[in-house]
C-alpha cells in the first residue's frame, strides 16, 4: 500500500512539474504554477499554512478577522463583509486583505513617485495570486473581486497616498466582466472597461484562482503591462491547485494616455502594500495569498 501511495505521489510531482515547465515555470511551495521567473533578490510572501489573522505581513480593514475553514483537502479562509458608506457615494458592503511583502511604511505618492512607495525592497514587477469564493450578492451594482497593487493607506487629509492601480473581476453587468482601474488621489477613480478573453463572469458559490501580474518592459520606457489570470477550475480532487490559468484580460498603462476624467499619469512604482478587495457580497473566502517580484520577460 506504501509503494502504490509512493508511486502515486511520484506520478502526481511529475504530472504537475511537466504541466509548470511547459510554461517555463515551476510550482512554488503550495502548488501553485508561477507565470514568471522571480527576480533574483527580489520580495515575495505567502501566506501558505499561516494565519492572516496572528501574521503581522498580513492585514484587514475595518477590524476584520476571517475563521479558518476546510473541505477536503482544502484549508481557507472566510472573511465577511463590512458595510461602509463609500468616499465616492453610496453605500455597500466590502472586505480587504493586505499583503505587506516588504515592510516598513509608505513615504511617496504618484506625485512623488521615486520608483517606490516606501524603500528599494517594494515589490517593483509582481505576480500576485489568490484563490477566491463570494457568496450572496448584496449590491449587484457594484459587486466584484478586485487586486490591487501598490496601493497606499491613504486618509481624508491626504488622498495622494492612495497611489493604486488595479485588476478587477465580476458579474456580466453594465460595469463590464473586467476593468483596469486607477486611484491616484482617493477617492477619484478611472475605469477602463476591457474585453474579456474568456466566456466567463465572477458566479457566487465557485472558486476562482486569480492571478494579476504587472511589470515595466525592459527597454519599453513609459508603459506598465497589466494582466488578469483566471482559472475556472482552480483545484483537483485533493483540493490542490490545478493550474489551469487563462489569460483573462490585459491592459497597458502609458504615460500621457488618459485612463479617464482625472489621470494620464503613470503608475511605474514598486508597491509596499497589495490588497484583495472584494465588494458587493456578503463575504469572501479566500486560500493560498501570495505576491512575488518577477522578473519581466523582454518585449
Not at 465572477?202 to 484562482?209: I, N, S
Request: net charge positive; charged share 15%; aromatic share 10%.
Amino acid at each position: 500500500m506504501r509503494h502504490q501511495l509512493a508511486i502515486a505521489t511520484l506520478l502526481l510531482a511529475t504530472l504537475l512539474g511537466a504541466r509548470a515547465a511547459a510554461h517555463g515555470n515551476a510550482l512554488d511551495a503550495d502548488g501553485v504554477q508561477a507565470l514568471l521567473p522571480a527576480q533574483s533578490g527580489g520580495s515575495t510572501l505567502a501566506l501558505g499554512t499561516g494565519n492572516p489573522n496572528t501574521d503581522k505581513r498580513f492585514g484587514f480593514d475595518y477590524k476584520g478577522a476571517a475563521t479558518a475553514a476546510q473541505e477536503g483537502g482544502l484549508r481557507y479562509w472566510s472573511l465577511p463583509a463590512t458595510p461602509l458608506t463609500y468616499s465616492s457615494g453610496g453605500n455597500g458592503y466590502t472586505a480587504r486583505l493586505h499583503l505587506f511583502a516588504s515592510g516598513g511604511q509608505q513615504q511617496f505618492t504618484w506625485k512623488t513617485q521615486r520608483g517606490y512607495l516606501s524603500s528599494p525592497h517594494d515589490v517593483r514587477n509582481q505576480e500576485f495570486t489568490v484563490y477566491v469564493r463570494v457568496h450572496e450578492p448584496l449590491t449587484p451594482l457594484n459587486a466584484q473581486v478586485t487586486l490591487k497593487i501598490r496601493g497606499g493607506r491613504h486618509s481624508e487629509k491626504d488622498g495622494d497616498a492612495a497611489s493604486s492601480t488595479m485588476m478587477t473581476f465580476g458579474p456580466s453587468g453594465p460595469s463590464g466582466i473586467t476593468r483596469f482601474a486607477k486611484e491616484l488621489t482617493h477617492p477619484l477613480y478611472d475605469y477602463v472597461v476591457l474585453r474579456p478573453l474568456l466566456n466567463v463572469a465572477l458566479q457566487p458559490g465557485q472558486w476562482y484562482g486569480l492571478k494579476l501580474i504587472s511589470y515595466s518592459r525592459p527597454g519599453v520606457a513609459g508603459e506598465v503591462l497589466n494582466q488578469l489570470y483566471v482559472d475556472t477550475a482552480p483545484f483537483d480532487a485533493a483540493g490542490r491547485p490545478a493550474n489551469g490559468w487563462q489569460l483573462l484580460s490585459e491592459y497597458t498603462d502609458v504615460q500621457g494616455k488618459r485612463t479617464g476624467r482625472h489621470y494620464d499619469t503613470l503608475a511605474d512604482w514598486g508597491g509596499w502594500q497589495t490588497t484583495l478587495r472584494m465588494d458587493g457580497y456578503r463575504s469572501i473566502d479566500f486560500a493560498l495569498p501570495s505576491v512575488r517580484e518577477v522578473a519581466p520577460p523582454a518585449p
